[in-house]
């Protein structure tokens, strides 16, 4: 418990039962007017407290679903590329992607923007680590076979044109026949139909819940998004609130081309099945 309160100490804020209580129930309007992104909410958002909550729920960060990510990027590039493909995980958070890869003997680098997850990531010491925004990558043109992009990982920017311009630059670094793999666990069309479960509640451990409101902002072109912590005897920590775009196949397929990817091919869970899954391959 002790561990948990500090981390959320570090970037989630103690607000009143009654305030935390009304924005989990009150109507999408009034929501989406409290829960603005900040432009910049991936610097305050993913730090010590995400970290600290990503571990402790099923489906989050957890070995299991490591395993489960890493069977599926190795089907994936056994069906697509030569054998031992060069790896950039973008972002790689800490590292539990590019650690595992490496640890089966491929060449990977691993790229987020956070120093703290990086000196995590590089405690392991089986992958290359460098800090990086995904909108300009430190990395020569063509020398990547394998661009991953894992756990709802792209979609962060308030601005279409970094969108495109993170596209852009997965596509220039990798060489021809290579392909970038974005894995998510939103269903992106349900949600923009209005049919996506927009109320989370999860245990993390030491009687602490965490609830999760999700409201498709029309305006935005995605989810807007506050998270709680209810931890027993104290009152809510809220998180910065934050911001996932959402993209259908067609969207899929024009910011592909935009970029200059030649194909888009996308796997889904079947509607209504849980856990949800979305694997998108651009191909170059
Ligand atoms: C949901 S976590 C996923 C991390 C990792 N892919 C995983 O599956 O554990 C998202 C990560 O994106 C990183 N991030 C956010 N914005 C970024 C940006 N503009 N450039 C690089 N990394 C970014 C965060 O620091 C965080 O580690």
């Avoid at 989810?223 to 912590?229: F, M």
């Avoid at 809510?236 to 996932?244: C, D, E, R, Y």
């Avoid at 888009?264 to 209504?272: E, K, M």
Wanted: charged share 20%; net charge negative; glycine share 8%.
């Amino acid at each position: 418990m002790d561990a948990l309160n500090e981390a959320l100490d570090q970037g989630f804020r103690q607000v009143p039962t009654d305030t935390a209580r009304h924005l989990w129930s009150c109507p999408d309007a009034e929501f989406l007017a409290a829960a603005r992104p900040d432009p910049a909410w991936p610097r305050h958002y993913f730090g010590p407290a995400y970290a600290a909550l990503a571990s402790r729920f099923a489906g989050g960060d957890t070995p299991a679903s490591t395993q489960r990510d890493i069977d599926t990027i190795l089907r994936i590039a056994t069906d697509h590329l030569a054998p031992r493909p060069r790896i950039l995980d973008i972002p790689c958070g800490t590292g539990r992607h590019a650690n595992a890869l490496a640890g089966e003997g491929f060449d990977v680098i691993g790229l987020d923007l956070q120093p703290d997850y990086l000196r995590t990531a590089r405690a392991d010491g089986r992958a290359a680590y460098a800090a990086a925004d995904m909108r300009d990558l430190p990395i020569p043109t063509a020398s990547i076979d394998l661009v991953l992009n894992m756990w709802n990982s792209l979609g962060y920017f308030l601005d279409a044109a970094d969108e495109a311009a993170t596209l852009s630059e997965f596509r220039r670094v990798l060489r021809p026949g290579g392909i970038v793999l974005v894995q998510q666990d939103l269903d992106a069309p349900a949600a923009l139909e209005g049919r996506w479960v927009q109320h989370m509640k999860v245990p993390v451990g030491d009687g602490a819940l965490l609830l999760l409101r999700q409201v498709p902002d029309a305006a935005l072109g995605g989810l807007a998004c506050l998270s709680w912590v209810m931890l027993p005897g104290q009152e809510p920590f809220q998180g910065p609130a934050f911001f996932l775009r959402l993209r259908d196949d067609a969207a899929w397929a024009r910011e592909g081309e935009a970029a200059g990817f030649t194909r888009v091919s996308i796997a889904r869970t079947p509607a209504g099945v849980v856990p949800h899954e979305t694997l998108v391959l651009l191909h170059a």
